[in-house]
């Protein structure tokens, strides 16, 4: 009897399984009261829809019957989407981290019933290959711990769960410490930031370019540093970034649409692993320079864009060819040639974090770039996501589908990301609305609105984020926007908390910076003097105001807050508590140059404003 639970799941990927013969149950706390109920250990199986060594698995292992009924006698047997439930996936890592240094997807984890690792690894063959075992010896072998000697089991599992119990109050007490040195708590200092220009200067590989060898990633937030440091003046950031933006175009990384694979296996940058994530895609649009930043713009707008605006997931790395599913090949095709094939299938989901990352990466491309249509996309994908996953003001849905809803929480990088998406956005249109919204979410998550798994809070193995992401963290995009609240708003109080959430990471970023990049630009702007440039005007298109508009928004640096609006939008800002636009309404087709919300007189030409930016 075959009693797979996965075919009406919201995600893409429990869906995949939806056939397995092994009886997958998603994960929750029924499936821990049977394995307590049944006295069997628990399997775990992380993934996510577009990751190839996830459906080797499946076909090889997951597929099989006689694996089926071995997981159905003596497991219970839970299948977890990483992009749907992040926190489960975060507190997994930590744990197998104690096991393997290969950390990866799928990620094979066994626990106990009461949620608590005590064995784990990746990828398993069929058949044991050189050291490596098969899914077999592991799952037998893990099998006779169970029934033989249960004490080292438990005792494996509370040592696991304690040690991230230990990392999480000491990352608490840390964070605690800094809160209470000042005004700049516990940040590593300007000097120490930037001296991780020239670390990165020797990590950098000087034949190929990017940083590291084999597998080698695009790293978008380490890019988004060098961005941030070369706009603070560091010519040294700007020549590297420069590099790294050339080595990954014109390699087999960037596709010929314009859009990015995730890494590429070999250090010379090809061989990618061939799926494409959102969150590389619009990490990379951040930085990018005009052309590039229009092909992923492409890309988004063309592949992974739905009807109603918003952004879908991720792209698959295999597809179906002359009957058979195979990895890479509709890649290699021209981009002519593609149309007559079936593309691979996109992971459908519309992750809230995830497309505010989206957004604002569109808006920084295309306001740096001047590409309205950028800025279009951006207000798509917002008015799509706050339609569907954001109720008066607060975020209620992490992830939905063409299938509903899924019912698993918001987390910190839904909130932290939209709102930083939601400002950037806000602060080129003009738009109030979007700004609200943000203003909300922040307050949620600094109030500490976001829900902690009951699974994970009775095992005690909570850890909230990724330490080491490929992506920007909700941490950081919580940083980020309560930064931009406090100059537009006069709040201290929120440049405080933004300091408080990012220090840890920063702090991080400094010893590590390869893998922990994503709080380096902003512990640089939260000890840059402040400064907001703001052009009110009513006709963006007469070429004075036009200028002006470049001029501002091309004056983004760590430190400054920049923002266009019409007299009419100045005067609502204000009204609704945004100071820093009270009294701007009177004038017409004037530029603002404040440097911690003092004004300097207003600039009427493009030179007024150029001088008084310096």
């Known amino acids: ?18 056939d397995n013969p092994v009886d997958w149950r998603e994960w929750g706390a029924e499936a821990f009261a049977e394995a307590r109920e049944r006295d069997v250990p628990v399997l775990v199986s992380i993934g996510y829809a577009t990751c190839h060594w996830c459906h080797v698995m499946a076909r090889e292992s997951f597929s099989d019957p006689a694996v089926g009924a071995l997981l159905r006698q003596d497991f219970v047997a839970v299948k977890v989407d990483r992009e749907e439930r992040p926190d489960v996936d975060a507190s997994a890592m930590a744990a197998a981290s104690a096991f393997t240094e290969q950390l990866g997807w799928p990620l094979t984890v066994f626990m106990t019933p009461d949620a608590q690792v005590f064995y784990a690894g990746t990828y398993y063959p069929p058949q044991p290959v050189g050291q490596h075992p098969s899914f077999r010896q592991v799952t037998a072998a893990v099998l006779d711990a169970w029934r033989d000697r249960r004490d080292e089991v438990d005792a494996n599992a509370s040592a696991v769960a304690r040690a991230i119990r230990q990392g999480a109050e000491a990352d608490a007490a840390s964070a605690a410490a800094a809160g209470s040195a000042g005004a700049e708590p516990g940040l590593p200092s300007v000097d120490a930031v930037l001296r991780v220009v020239a670390d990165l200067e020797r990590a950098e590989d000087t034949t190929y370019g990017g940083f590291g060898g084999a597998p080698k990633f695009p790293n978008a937030p380490l890019l988004e540093f060098l961005h941030d440091a070369a706009a603070d003046g560091h010519t040294a950031a700007g020549a590297l970034l420069g590099r790294a933006r050339t080595a990954i175009a014109q390699s087999e990384l960037t596709d010929a649409d314009g859009g990015v694979f995730r890494y590429a296996t070999q250090r010379d940058w ?90 604002r990466g569109l808006v920084l491309a295309g306001g740096r770039t001047g590409d309205d249509e950028m800025i279009e996309l951006a207000r798509g994908a917002a008015d799509a996501v706050l339609a569907a996953h954001v109720r008066d003001g607060h975020v209620v849905v992490r992830s939905s589908s063409a299938r509903g809803t899924s019912a698993a929480a918001p987390t910190l990088e839904d909130l932290g990301l939209l709102a930083e998406g939601l400002l950037e956005l806000a602060l080129v249109t003009g738009e109030l609305r979007y700004a609200l919204t943000a203003r909300t979410i922040v307050q949620d998550a600094l109030s500490g609105a976001v829900e902690v798994d009951p699974v994970l809070a009775a095992a005690g193995t909570a850890t909230g984020e990724q330490p080491q992401t490929a992506l920007r963290s909700g941490t950081a995009g919580l940083a980020g926007a309560a930064t931009v609240l406090a100059a537009l ?106 440097h911690d919300r003092v004004c300097d007189l207003p600039a009427h030409t493009p030179d007024e404003l150029t001088a008084q930016l310096g």
């Open 489 to 594: 708003t006069g709040d201290d109080g929120l440049r405080a908390a933004a300091t408080r959430s990012v220090a840890d990471r920063a702090r991080t970023g400094v010893e590590r910076p390869l893998g922990h990049a994503d709080a380096l630009g902003l512990a640089l702007g939260l000890q840059r003097p402040a400064r907001e440039v703001v052009l009110v005007a009513s006709d963006r298109t007469r070429p004075d105001v036009a200028a002006m508009e470049r001029a501002v928004l091309g004056a983004r640096r760590p430190g400054t807050v920049v923002a266009v609006l019409t007299p009419e939008q100045a005067a609502a800002w204000s009204a609704a508590g945004f100071e820093l636009f009270a009294g701007r309404d009177g004038q017409d087709g004037v530029a603002y140059v404040c």
């Open 1 to 18: 009897m075959n009693d797979n639970r996965l075919g009406t799941a919201v995600s893409p990927y429990l869906r995949q399984h939806a």
């Open 270 to 359: 090809s061989v990618p692993h061939y799926e494409r994530m959102l969150y590389d895609n619009a990490g990379l649009l951040a930085v990018a320079d005009a052309g590039r930043a229009r092909g992923i713009a492409d890309f988004l707008r063309d592949t992974l864009r739905r009807a109603d605006g918003a952004f879908v997931a991720a792209q698959d790395s295999e597809s179906t060819i002359d009957g058979r599913r195979v990895e890479g090949e509709w890649y290699h095709l021209p981009l002519d040639a593609r149309g007559d094939l079936d593309a691979p299938p996109l992971d459908d989901q519309v992750l809230t974090g995830w497309n505010g990352l989206a957004i």
